[in-house]
């Protein structure tokens, strides 16, 4: 059967799968509980005892081939990875990246690019999850990014600016995004980007020099200055000048990946709301029998459902090789805008104690926020969806 066929049946799970993967990591994530990560949110620290715990269980290799020693899993028991560790009230930024980013040497890598790095990667002992793209003046503009790479000898030299590089002092490689043949010779515009594998270890204080940013969010972002870096030429990834479209083609399973994040948000947020709501009284009654408290929540869990579906068919499709750019693009919008619905009760539920760090509400809240502006905003998805799904003008 023609994997691309749109007639080819594809099937989704309707009840909980992956069980044994899920209650492995609600077993991990108990020894990390809300109080783990809002010390760490204080002192803006790094996870590294709950990474060392998800390596070793193998979850971060989920993704990776076997026979590059990772565990060879479908897309969609890495999703279940990262709902759960979101769902038990923690947070996946400082781990997901790990999964994924290595998609695209995995994809579009030499033989000896993937012998070198994936079989280290898949063992932890090599970090690839920086992901350096966005930059300062041009956003998300991708196209006129201004880091360039200028081919001398067996070498290449860097220089440019990249912000928003999260996790660049907890990474040993970088996957870097740059323009190797200017804007104004190129024929289109999304030609004449190309990808560097960049080993950070060799990099920092030789050209590349790493700012943390003081951000809403724990999460370890920083801003990445390039002066006259030397990389070897076989960082290069691919064929020069193709770069963003190796990136794009990561897009996909990347939202795919990163909506479970919210999805989980969501559920902790439900739950959350309901415990709080049927505890507390006020009135001489729980305020969870007011159907102003009780409404938000119950509006946000049917929001929630419907996402969660979007999700499953998401996953499915991308597991059957089947085109899902809308459904990919439906999932990030739809599970992000429900954890902020979900967020928005959970915090109004809780009234003044909501801001109380001890109920972590008003931590999860502020994270589950970012998924409404990365690793993309809202608006280039529904302008993705107006121009390519509904066939309306293009827009920029
Ligand atoms: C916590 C955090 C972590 C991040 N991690 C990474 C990372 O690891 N690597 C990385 O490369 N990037 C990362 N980013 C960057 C993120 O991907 C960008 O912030 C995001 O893509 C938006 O780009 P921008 O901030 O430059 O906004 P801008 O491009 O300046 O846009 C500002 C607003 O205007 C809207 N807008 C702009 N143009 C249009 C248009 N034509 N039509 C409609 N609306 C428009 C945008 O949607 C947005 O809402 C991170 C960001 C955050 C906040």
């Known amino acids: 059967m023609n994997p691309s066929d749109s007639t080819t049946p594809v099937s989704m799970p309707l009840q909980e799968d ?191 020099t790493i700012r943390p940013i003081k951000a809403m969010i724990n999460h370890n972002t920083t801003e990445v200055f390039f002066d006259n870096l030397r990389i070897p030429a076989d960082s290069l990834i691919g064929q020069e000048g193709k770069g963003l479209r190796y990136i794009m083609d990561g897009m996909n399973a990347e939202r795919i990946l990163v909506s479970h994040e919210s999805l989980g948000d969501a559920k902790w947020f439900i739950k959350t709301a309901v415990n709080y709501a049927n505890d507390r009284r006020v009135f001489d009654r729980p305020i969870g029998q007011n159907q102003g408290i009780q409404f938000p929540i119950a509006k946000a869990y049917a929001q929630t459902q419907a996402a969660e579906l979007m999700l499953r068919k998401a996953a499915a499709m991308f597991e059957a090789g089947l085109p899902c750019g809308e459904y990919a693009n439906l999932s990030k919008l739809l599970s992000a805008e429900a954890a902020w619905e979900a967020g928005e009760a959970c915090m109004q539920t809780h009234g003044g104690f909501a801001y109380a760090r001890e109920y972590d509400v008003e931590r999860k809240w502020r994270e589950a926020r970012v998924q409404r502006t990365a690793p993309i905003s809202t608006n280039m998805i529904l302008s993705y969806l107006g121009e390519h799904v509904l066939g309306l003008p293009r827009s920029y």
């Open 18 to 208: 992956y069980t044994e993967i899920r209650e492995s990591v609600r077993r991990i994530c108990a020894d990390y509980p809300g109080s783990y990560w809002r010390d760490l949110d204080e002192r803006e620290a790094y996870p590294t005892e709950f990474v060392k715990a998800m390596t070793e269980a193998g979850f971060l290799s989920a993704l990776i081939p076997e026979e590059y020693g990772g565990a060879g899993l479908p897309l969609r028991a890495a999703c279940v990875i990262l709902e759960e560790i979101h769902a038990c009230g923690g947070n996946a930024a400082a781990t997901h990246a790990q999964m994924y980013t290595m998609g695209t040497v995995l994809r579009h890598g030499s033989p000896e690019q993937k012998q070198r790095y994936l079989p280290q990667i898949a063992a932890g002992s090599l970090r690839l999850q920086a992901f350096g793209v966005t930059e300062p003046t041009t956003g998300s503009d991708t196209t006129k990014l201004k880091t360039r790479a200028v081919r001398e000898g067996d070498h290449y030299v860097v220089n440019g600016q990249k912000i928003w590089t999260s996790r660049a002092l907890h990474s040993d490689l970088m996957l870097l995004l740059a323009r190797t043949t200017p804007l104004e010779q190129v024929t289109k515009k999304t030609e004449g980007l190309s990808v560097f594998l960049v080993d950070m270890r060799e990099a920092v204080g030789k050209g590349m």
